[in-house]
């Protein structure tokens, strides 16, 4: 219990500190020459749309940025009580190794697609209603996704 008490009093100094420093920020730049801001700022990587690929039904519900290279996307149809997952490409190109993945700890299961694409892997189809599922993409060894998420009603009957 002290510990969890010492994780909970840290958290909130770190989150305390972050938000000091957001309130700060804005004060700060505006001191700085507006020239100096515009050529300051990084630009905001473009993230890549869903293309539809897993068809017609299925509802994007998570999806993580793969660093500049585009994004994975996890989507859902309640009709069919599947999920699926595909790798996007911001920007189509040359072919390069890519990946999709979805899978659930028990009964352990995973269906990937890998190859070299030029513009998306998958689609990856996955009956995991009731289930927690781990999902991630993969663009030229840059790796996003995340591990037991969407979890699905647990009194979801599985078939």
Same mark, same amino acid.
């Given at each position: 219990?002290?510990?969890?008490?010492? +994780?909970?009093a840290?958290?909130?100094?770190?989150?305390?500190?972050?938000?000091a420093?957001?309130? =700060?920020?804005?004060a700060?730049?505006?001191?700085?020459?507006?020239? @100096?801001?515009? #050529? +300051?700022?990084?630009? +905001?990587?473009?993230?890549?749309?869903?293309n539809?690929?897993?068809?017609?039904?299925y509802? =994007?519900?998570?999806s993580? @940025?793969?660093? #500049?290279?585009?994004?994975?996307?996890? #989507?859902?149809?309640?009709?069919?009580?599947?999920n699926?997952v595909?790798?996007?490409?911001? #920007? %189509?190109?040359?072919?390069?190794?890519?990946?999709?993945? *979805? !899978?659930f700890?028990?009964p352990?299961?995973?269906?990937?697609?890998?190859?070299?694409y030029?513009?998306?892997?998958? %689609? =990856?189809? *996955?009956? +995991?209603?009731?289930?927690? =599922?781990?999902?991630?993409?993969e663009?030229?060894?840059?790796?996003?996704?995340?591990? !037991?998420?969407n979890? !699905?009603? *647990?009194?979801?009957?599985?078939h």
């Amino acid at each position: 219990m002290t510990i969890i008490r010492r +994780a909970s009093a840290i958290g909130a100094a770190v989150t305390a500190t972050a938000c000091a420093a957001i309130a =700060v920020a804005p004060a700060a730049a505006a001191a700085e020459p507006a020239a @100096q801001r515009a #050529t +300051a700022a990084p630009k +905001a990587a473009a993230a890549a749309k869903y293309n539809g690929a897993c068809g017609s039904g299925y509802s =994007v519900v998570n999806s993580a @940025q793969i660093g #500049t290279k585009g994004t994975v996307f996890l #989507t859902y149809s309640s009709a069919t009580g599947k999920n699926c997952v595909v790798t996007v490409r911001t #920007t %189509p190109a040359k072919a390069v190794h890519m990946t999709a993945s *979805l !899978g659930f700890a028990s009964p352990t299961t995973t269906v990937t697609d890998t190859g070299y694409y030029t513009t998306y892997a998958g %689609p =990856v189809y *996955l009956d +995991a209603r009731g289930l927690c =599922v781990t999902w991630r993409g993969e663009i030229s060894g840059e790796v996003a996704g995340k591990n !037991g998420t969407n979890c !699905g009603s *647990l009194t979801a009957n599985r078939h």
